[in-house]
């Protein structure tokens, strides 16, 4: 099957389910791999969200599954899923209100929605389950794992933090640090375009992408601590509604948190979300901001 006549069989499909929102293919490296598997026909089609670590791993997990039973499968980050047989793994609530009666769900289309866990927990959990299904009387346990022993402590540890992030809990350790530690990886995680994705997924380390994290952090506090030297107060709406600190950090916009937080520590003791913000404006507006409402 040509390129071409992907893109005119996807544009020709109708939807199997009204939530379901039609995927563009994102590249030609994609549309020649579908078009290579229309030719070799493999039995499964696994489909991830890109860019997302859940997706990623998810993918991970499905290549791990069908390596082990020595099953050809495709691989593709977020295309048409019509009107192949599918399985859809989420863990967004807003999801549960789309999902349809099972009256009126399509026959080739199975939900597995769960608020409690990432998607790629869910998915790793049900690849294991179909792979211990598999096992025959004596085989060993070790070499029949979806994950070595080497790599499944590891990899569950990662899979907690990114638990952690999916579900908006933010209460492990040095979270923040993680998820600026990995964030560098998000651009990498196409596997058609990255072959060695899933290589670098098994190889990835929590504490190590942690440590990565904390470094950056300290670099751009320290970064943040030098624009406090040119720190000046303003009076808000001329004094009526209280004083604040603010700093020109116009070189710098992407420290905007950092510096809102080392402001608010230094001047009323705050830092932190709850009790410390700090936003971006151009400087037209605010010089007109301060014509207005800032007495000399």
């Known amino acids: 099957m040509s390129r071409s006549l992907i893109r005119s069989?996807?544009?020709?499909?109708?939807?199997?389910?009204?939530?379901?929102?039609?995927?563009?293919?994102?590249?030609?490296?994609?549309?020649?791999?579908?078009?290579?598997?229309?030719?070799?026909?493999?039995?499964?089609?696994?489909?991830?969200n890109y860019p997302s670590f859940s997706g990623a791993y998810s993918a991970l997990f499905t290549q791990?599954?069908?390596?082990?039973?020595?099953?050809?499968?495709?691989?593709?980050p977020f295309s048409s899923v019509i009107p192949f047989r599918v399985i859809c793994f989420d863990h967004r609530k807003s999801t549960l209100a789309k999902v349809p009666s099972a009256e009126d769900c399509p026959m080739n289309v199975k939900y597995h929605v769960d608020v409690a866990r990432s998607s790629s927990r869910a998915v790793y959990d049900y690849f294991s389950r179909q792979l211990e299904c598999t096992k025959s009387p004596g085989e060993n346990d070790v070499a029949s794992n979806l994950l070595n022993s080497n790599d499944q402590v590891r990899i569950e540890e990662l899979m907690d933090y990114l638990e952690d992030g999916d579900l908006l809990k933010w209460s492990l350790p040095d979270i923040?640090?993680?998820?600026?530690?990995?964030?560098?990886?998000?651009?990498?995680?196409?596997?058609?375009?990255?072959?060695?994705?899933?290589?670098?997924?098994?190889?990835?380390?929590?504490?190590?992408?942690?440590?990565?994290?904390?470094?950056?952090?300290?670099?751009?506090?320290?970064a943040a601590k030098k624009f406090?030297?040119?720190?000046?107060?303003?009076?808000?709406?001329?004094?009526?509604?209280?004083?604040?600190?603010?700093?020109?950090?116009?070189?710098?916009?992407?420290?905007?948190?950092?510096?809102?937080?080392?402001?608010?520590?230094?001047?009323?003791?705050?830092?932190?979300?709850?009790?410390?913000?700090?936003?971006?404006?151009?400087?037209?507006?605010?010089?007109?901001?301060?014509?207005?409402?800032?007495?000399s």
């Open 64 to 76: 791990l599954f069908h390596s082990h039973l020595r099953l050809p499968c495709l691989i593709l």
């Open 176 to 222: 923040r640090a993680f998820n600026i530690g990995i964030s560098e990886w998000r651009s990498k995680l196409n596997c058609i375009t990255n072959p060695h994705m899933y290589e670098q997924l098994t190889e990835m380390s929590a504490k190590e992408l942690i440590t990565k994290g904390n470094s950056q952090l300290s670099t751009r506090k320290d």
């Open 9 to 48: 069989w996807l544009r020709s499909t109708p939807p199997a389910a009204s939530l379901l929102q039609l995927r563009h293919l994102r590249s030609e490296a994609t549309l020649e791999a579908l078009a290579k598997a229309a030719e070799e026909k493999p039995p499964v089609i696994a489909l991830y």
């Open 228 to 295: 406090l030297l040119k720190a000046f107060k303003l009076r808000l709406g001329r004094g009526f509604f209280g004083e604040c600190l603010g700093v020109r950090a116009d070189s710098n916009p992407d420290l905007s948190d950092e510096i809102g937080n080392e402001l608010s520590k230094g001047a009323y003791g705050g830092g932190g979300s709850p009790r410390s913000s700090s936003f971006i404006i151009r400087m037209d507006e605010y010089n007109h901001w301060r014509s207005v409402n800032i007495s």
